[in-house]
């Protein structure tokens, strides 16, 4: 029998301790299985921490590459990271990227110490992912799949989500919404793009992206559509858990409140009850269940005109 299997992930893990106690409660109390760890940010000590006492939480790392500071000094990374800071938003870095102002080998060497601090810290990584999706960018994704390959990482993130020509139609008329879809629209060729790569370094193919389009906005009702939604294989419903905090205030986030919402959505017996009813298997990246439900290599070479097309 096929399986409907869904990661439900938290972003931002380390970022703030109210963040952290979050993205913990919605997994103890809620339907939260993975977390994607930043590895310089404020809280990033305490959740490595978090992360080892709780071992049912998958934890991949959260890479940066903006908006945050880098794990290596500012010396080694003089276009990467000019002043000690990286740029502080993603089309900064993507216009300064094709424009050659960054050098390639500084972005690959403090991704790779990004990942070893978080494994020399005793974890194991169950997948890769980026702050603000830069590594969706296939010069960048190229580096981060092969850091996957050769850390044994079991999988990378597309954070492109199907049906998005319906997604755009279906959110028009809401606004922030309606960015955001017109925005995942624009990445579809990157997606594909991203997906090729990940079978030229015979890596396991994406799971089905879910979240993108109404990250911060998610009501009930969004939630339940959402999770019918999830179709036979592999998922991964993208989260923003997490509790506002001093700490916060001084994050460059647009997610304040909603974080908040969020744990609330997560640990909501009604969630719960939905994936109950609908047959979802939570799982994490990598466990035996995720290998079971794994969707067919096919949905991978799909063209094109289908990726952006309805199911």
């Known amino acids: 029998m096929a399986i409907r299997a869904l990661v439900v992930n938290g972003d931002d893990f380390g970022l703030t301790p109210g963040v952290n106690a979050g993205i913990v409660e919605a997994h103890v109390r809620g339907v939260l299985t993975s977390a994607s760890l930043l590895a310089n940010a404020p809280g990033t000590d305490e959740a490595i921490q978090l992360a080892r006492r709780t071992p049912t939480l998958g934890v991949g790392c959260h890479l940066a590459l903006v908006d945050a500071d880098p794990v290596l000094r500012a010396s080694e990374l003089p276009t990467l990271a000019p002043g000690g800071h990286f740029r502080p938003t993603w089309q900064a870095f993507i216009v300064d990227a094709l424009a050659g102002r ?62 998005s020509l319906a997604l755009v139609a279906s959110c028009f008329n809401r606004r922030g919404a309606r960015r955001q879809a017109i925005e995942n629209l624009a990445s579809a060729p990157w997606a594909w793009r991203d997906r090729r790569l990940l079978r030229h370094h015979q890596l396991t193919p994406a799971p089905v992206f879910l979240g993108r389009v109404l990250t911060g906005m998610f009501t009930a009702a969004d939630v339940s559509a959402l999770l019918k939604q999830v179709a036979e294989g592999v998922s991964e419903w993208m989260t923003h858990p997490g509790y506002p905090d001093t700490a916060l205030r001084s994050v460059r986030t647009r997610l304040r409140q909603e974080r908040a919402a969020e ?29 079971a439900a794994r969707r067919p290599s096919r949905h991978e070479t799909s063209s094109a005109r289908e990726t952006i097309g309805n199911r």
């Open 102 to 163: 960054i050098e390639p080998n500084e972005i690959e060497r403090e991704l790779t110490a990004q990942i070893q601090r978080l494994t020399t810290a005793g974890l194991t990584l169950t997948h890769l992912d980026t702050h603000k999706h830069v590594h969706a960018f296939p010069p960048v994704f190229k580096v981060v799949a092969r850091l996957a390959q050769r850390f044994g990482i079991p999988t990378v993130r597309i954070p492109f989500e199907p049906r």
């Open 263 to 291: 744990v609330a959505i997560l640990t909501d017996p009604a969630t719960i009850d939905i994936v109950r009813r609908e047959g979802i298997v939570l799982v994490r990246h990598g466990d035996r269940a995720w290998s």
